[in-house]
T-cell receptor
Framework: KAGVTQTPRYLIKTRGQQVTLSCSPI?????VSWYQQTPGQGLQFLFE???????NKGNFPGRFSGRQFSNSRSEMNVSTLELGDSALYLC?????FGEGTEAFFGQGTRLTVV | GQQLNQSPQSMFIQEGEDVSMNCTSS?????WLWYKQDPGEGPVLLIA???AGELTSNGRLTAQFGITRKDSFLNISASIPSDVGIYFC??????????WGAGTKLIIKP
């Protein structure tokens, strides 16, 4: 069974640009969450999608947005990039939304803003 | 945002030593998860706990769900070099959102 796939693995963007990151969950998983991780920091929750609906949202500005498609694949978009957006962006998939749910992570997309 | 209190922040260990780390919260959680992250990779799930008082083992790893549902610990017995990495705890809150600890970094003493 394939794991969570995130593309691209590495990305370099210029300040002010926008970027779209992609996540394909484990087959059969319907919940996808996104996290930002900066060097030496823990995981900061961005948002979670289940059945194409955003179920939870973290404390990030509106420049960060996401969506989920009918096949459970998800994308997140960051507009007007800032230097501080440089981070490892992690996607996690779960079978469903709710109690007893375990999250399985992809390898992440390393975004560098210059 | 909300975060669990995970300690210690870092640990220097010698191969063969036992390791213990814990997470505490002011809130009750119904699920506790422990993850390990290697550099440049995503976290990997080690152990999942679903019931207060539950003690679960996975090889040399043992984790317990505290009776008050506000804490959890992870023990690693007879550590080996590949145990090096960052260990995270996470609790599932009443909104079904995972709340994360800041991580415990395990380092091998030279």
């Amino acid at each position: 069974k394939a794991g969570v796939t995130q593309t691209p693995r590495y990305l370099i963007k210029t300040r002010g640009q926008q970027v779209t990151l992609s996540c394909s969950p484990i087959s059969g998983h319907r919940s996808v969450s996104w996290y930002q991780q900066t060097p030496g920091q823990g995981l900061q929750f961005l948002f979670e999608y289940f059945s194409e609906t955003q179920r939870n949202k973290g404390n990030f500005p509106g420049r960060f947005s996401g969506r989920q498609f009918s096949n459970s694949r998800s994308e997140m978009n960051v507009s007007t990039l800032e230097l501080g957006d440089s981070a490892l962006y992690l996607c996690a998939s779960s079978p469903f939304f709710g109690e007893g749910t375990e999250a399985f992570f992809g390898q992440g997309t390393r975004l560098t803003v210059v | 945002g909300q975060q669990l209190n995970q300690s210690p922040q870092s640990m220097f260990i010698q191969e063969g030593e036992d390791v213990s780390m814990n997470c505490t919260s002011s809130s009750i959680f119904n699920t506790w998860l422990w993850y390990k992250q290697d550099p440049g990779e995503g976290p990997v799930l080690l152990i999942a706990l679903y019931k207060a008082g539950e003690l679960t083992s996975n090889g040399r790893l043992t984790a317990q769900f505290g009776i008050t549902r506000k804490d959890s610990f992870l023990n690693i017995s007879a550590s080996i070099p590949s145990d090096v990495g960052i260990y995270f705890c996470a609790g599932l809150d009443s909104n079904y959102q995972l709340i994360w600890g800041a991580g415990t970094k395990l380092i091998i003493k030279p």
